[in-house]
T-cell receptor, first 113, second 115 residues
Framework: NAGVTQTPKFQVLKTGQSMTLQCAQD?????MSWYRQDPGMGLRLIHY???????DQGEVPNGYNVSRSTTEDFPLRLLSAAPSQTSVYFC????????????FGSGTRLTVV | AQKVTQAQTEISVVEKEDVTLDCVYE???????LFWYKQPPSGELVFLIR??????QNEISGRYSWNFQKSTSSFNFTITASQVVDSAVYFC????????????FGPGTRLSVLP
């Protein structure tokens, strides 16, 4: 099992560019989430999904879009990158949500210049 | 409101010393879950333990132990006989399933174990 796979691992964007961070899991987990990690602030929830076709906003959703067309994939789209979106992004999945815990991917380090 | 405090920003110990990482939480529900995750220098997040609010038993797993005290809203993590491989950032996290699918993470404690 690969677990939760994130691509790319590193990315540099110019302000205003758009891009998609990919996330795939092979554990047939219904729940998936995106977090961003900033120094001294732990991780903060961007968007999450409780199943294919169902998504919802987290704590810091502005500037990001998600969709969940399949159980396996949960891409995160940056619409118009800003320097404030420089961060490490983690995708995570769970069989039953926050009462069970999540398995995290290895992260994508994004720099917006 | 939900909140997780990890007051120790950085800790340095010498190998074989015991070290305790503190975690204090605030919650608005009687049903909640507490977690510890480890983030080694390679960057991934590794799950260590989950504890629900109805189970105050302490837990030991090898050199790791956890002390959950509802009376003081604390969920502290102790590493016995620390090793260099324990060097990492450790995050405590709280979830309240009745209030949605969010983990509230503490800011993390960076542990350096020196040889």
């Amino acid at each position: 099992n690969a677990g939760v796979t994130q691509t790319p691992k590193f990315q540099v964007l110019k302000t205003g560019q758009s891009m998609t961070l990919q996330c795939a899991q092979d554990m047939n987990h219904e729940y998936m989430s995106w977090y961003r990690q900033d120094p001294g602030m732990g991780l903060r929830l961007i968007h999450y999904s409780v199943g294919a076709g169902i998504t919802d906003q987290g704590e810091v959703p502005n500037g990001y879009n998600v969709s969940r067309s399949t159980t396996e994939d949960f891409p995160l789209r940056l619409l118009s990158a800003a320097p404030s979106q420089t961060s490490v992004y983690f995708c995570a999945s769970s069989p039953s949500g926050v009462s069970y815990g999540y398995t995290f991917g290895s992260g994508t380090r994004l720099t917006v210049v | 409101a939900q909140k997780v405090t990890q007051a120790q920003t950085e800790i340095s110990v010498v190998e074989k010393e015991d070290v305790t990482l503190d975690c204090v939480y605030e919650t608005r529900d009687t049903t909640y879950y507490l977690f510890w995750y480890k983030q080694p220098p390679s960057g991934e997040l590794v799950f260590l333990i989950r504890r629900n609010s109805f189970d105050e038993q302490n837990e030991i797993s090898g050199r790791y132990s956890w002390n959950f005290q509802k009376s003081t809203s604390s969920f502290n993590f102790t590493i016995t006989a620390s090793q260099v491989v324990d060097s990492a950032v450790y995050f405590c996290a709280l979830s309240e399933p009745n209030y949605g699918q969010n983990f509230v993470f503490g800011p993390g404690t960076r542990l350096s174990v020196l040889p």
